[in-house]
């Protein structure tokens, strides 16, 4: 049978304490124990079923944690306050002082400042990449290179990384390949395709309502078990410790997710296609005239789509800006970063969510001052939201 992350999701039944339908929140810091050598055997990892500190698990974050594994088709996951609580205990476990890592040039830019800017302090080096040339990925690994990074769809370009290529590359040079899936939950299953690691923001659209920071890493038992190891492991000894009650509000979200996915990619996809054909440069994986829509089409679970994010390059910053301002006055979204919220959601990543990465190095990427990053809504007549924008744009000489 073919895996559909869905279906796994939606298996997965837990029993409230009192019966109820949802699971019941431990609102508790610490756990009592009836005897000490019960406490003892918990502190080494060997107790299952048994919580000790809620820094080191919680019932809450362990079901969220097992059905985002089951979403994902990994043995384990550990859920974190935030992405990056996720990404940088993921990197800091796999790497130690004279590492080296490959990564995409064109990844989150507080991913990137984190390799650019704080690794080095601790010895890890990092070189960037144009993701999508296998070539140039593989004559960038040295002897020291631990591991491979990137995002299935990279924020904000949109470009695709072809996982199974560079899955075969971190087996031949006995790498781990770390995947950061936070633009394509469902759509795209990197563990089922030779990732090692792969990582969500479940902030944007697994949870899908603009109103819980939160992250998770998606692995093997032996990895998860790492990390949360009371002597060495990073997610344990940094404290990124995602709330019970956060936790129970992401899982109930969850239950949404599939649904939610296909209306965020049919309106994305509607809304590329019309903007493309009114003579805008759209980028979206959707769109034949994308570089990697053949490889994107191949590596989807195509009743999802391709996603909910849109790139539109007007020209300048000035005329982003006034785009943006204007679309927001109207209502028909907000002018903010982040992504997934049930509202479309648009920024100029060049000034906000990629600012830590140098102008020249934008610049370099194709990242264009005029580049609008969108995260299409849940509209229900995505033509009505159509008419607005493009009224909006030929208000302002866009169009």
């Known amino acids: 049978m073919k895996f559909n992350p869905a279906d796994n999701i939606q298996d997965l039944q837990y029993f409230g304490e009192f019966g109820g339908v949802n699971p019941s929140i431990s609102d508790s810091s610490t756990y009592t124990f009836l005897s000490a050598k019960t406490m003892f055997d918990t502190f080494e990892g060997n107790a299952e079923g048994c919580y000790l500190y809620s820094r080191h698990s919680s019932p809450s974050n362990l079901y969220l944690g097992q059905a985002l594994a089951a979403m994902e088709g990994t043995e384990s996951a550990n859920v974190a306050a935030s992405g ?3 990404i940088t205990p993921v990197l800091l476990q796999l790497c130690a002082a004279g590492d080296h890592i490959v990564s995409s040039r064109t990844i989150y830019g507080g991913t990137y400042a984190f390799m650019k800017n704080f690794l080095p302090k601790l010895g890890i080096k990092t070189s960037f990449v144009d993701i999508t040339k296998l070539d140039v990925v593989e004559a960038a690994i040295t002897p020291d290179t631990k591991a491979l990074y990137c995002e299935t769809v990279s924020n904000p370009l949109l470009e695709v990384a072809d996982i199974e290529g560079l899955a075969k590359i971190a087996k031949k040079h006995n790498l781990k390949l770390v995947v950061d899936n936070t633009f394509s939950p469902l759509s795209v299953s990197p563990a089922k395709m030779g ?4 990582i969500h923001s ?4 697994i949870n899908g309502s603009s109103d819980t920071v939160g992250g998770v890493t998606c692995g093997t038992q032996e990895f998860i078990d790492a990390l949360r190891n009371v002597n060495d492991g990073a997610s344990m000894l940094l404290g990124p410790t995602m709330d019970s009650l956060r936790a129970a509000s992401v899982l ?15 309106n994305a996809m509607y809304l590329a296609d019309r903007f493309e054909k009114d003579g805008l440069k759209a980028v979206y994986p959707g769109l034949k005239s994308h570089p990697s829509h053949e490889l994107y089409k191949s590596m989807i679970n195509p009743e999802y789509g391709f996603g909910g994010m849109m790139t539109l390059d007007v020209g300048t910053l000035d005329k982003a800006n006034e785009l943006m301002e204007l679309m927001q006055e109207r209502n028909l979204g907000y002018l903010a970063v982040s992504l997934g919220f049930y509202k ?3 920024s100029a990543p060049g000034t906000s969510t990629s600012s830590e990465i140098p102008i020249e190095e934008q610049k370099e990427m194709g990242l264009t001052d005029g580049l609008i990053r969108f995260s299409i809504g849940l509209d229900n007549d995505i033509e009505r939201t159509y008419q607005m924008m493009k009224s909006c744009m030929q208000e302002l000489g866009i169009l």
Not at 202 to 205: C, D, I, Q, R, S
Request: positive net charge.
């Open 84 to 86: 990056m609580g996720a």
């Open 195 to 198: 990732a090692d690691v792969v």
């Open 202 to 205: 479940l902030t944007k659209f």
């Open 252 to 266: 109930k979200n969850l239950r949404t997710l599939h649904i939610r996915m296909k209306q965020h990619s049919h």
């Open 344 to 346: 479309t959601l648009f």
